[in-house]
């Protein structure tokens, strides 16, 4: 196993909000890459790990969780669902690392790089990122396996995950998993400036 995880953060989508069915095209949109990575990530022993809200179904089961994204969102989720050598970490709030296991499951993989897709971009990824530069995690998030329903603010939460916490956030036609596992980190841990 590397000591890398890839991290989808609510994917597993009903898309039931002001703004929700433009985020779904979004989302249709990456399914090709993102499987093409969800594969090389098997291939090179690369956990892969959904972070996902409970959609206020506090009594479901992961299984539970699933089936009704799949119920709400159609084939664009079906497209996504967990392998069964996925892990599945359910979030209350809008960083994965919040009230979540995640803090405790990453150690124990031994991990300290993430890779960050999902939606959306300017809120739950975005806060994810930040908790995990505040936890000196090398971080890329490829820009085109993140989405946001409102086009400026996601582009500002690119930027500001490249400029303030120091994540690559080059597309997967740029940069494949290979080479980024390859690569230096870009902050070492115990270095991070402010």
């Keep these: 196993m590397t000591n890398a995880a890839i991290l989808l953060i609510d994917l597993l989508n009903t898309f039931e909000f002001v703004g929700g069915d433009q985020l779904k095209d979004a989302v249709a949109g990456m399914t090709a890459p993102l499987a093409a990575l969800r594969r090389d990530a098997h291939v ?5 790990i959904f972070v996902n809200d409970n959609y206020g179904r506090w009594h479901d089961e992961p299984s539970q969780l699933i089936d009704h994204a799949i119920d709400k969102g159609g084939e664009t989720v079906a497209a996504i669902r967990p392998v069964p050598s996925d892990y599945f970490v359910i979030k209350p709030e809008s960083s994965g690392f919040y009230a979540t296991t995640l803090p405790a ?3 124990r993989l031994g991990v300290s790089r993430l890779i ?3 939606v959306a971009s300017d809120i739950c990824v975005l806060f994810t990122a930040a908790d ?3 936890r000196e995690y090398d971080l ?3 820009g085109d396996l993140v989405a946001s329903h409102h086009g400026e603010r996601g582009d500002w939460a690119l930027d500001m995950m490249a400029n303030g916490m120091s994540a690559e956030i080059r597309p997967t036609t740029d940069l494949t998993l290979a080479e980024w596992l390859a690569s230096e980190p870009r902050v070492a841990p ?3 400036g402010s």
């Design 140 to 142: 890329w998030v490829p």
């Design 190 to 192: 115990g270095t991070r």
């Design 116 to 118: 960050l897709c999902g």
């Design 44 to 48: 090179q022993d690369v956990p892969v």
């Design 132 to 134: 995990a530069h505040m």
């Design 105 to 107: 499951l990453l150690p």
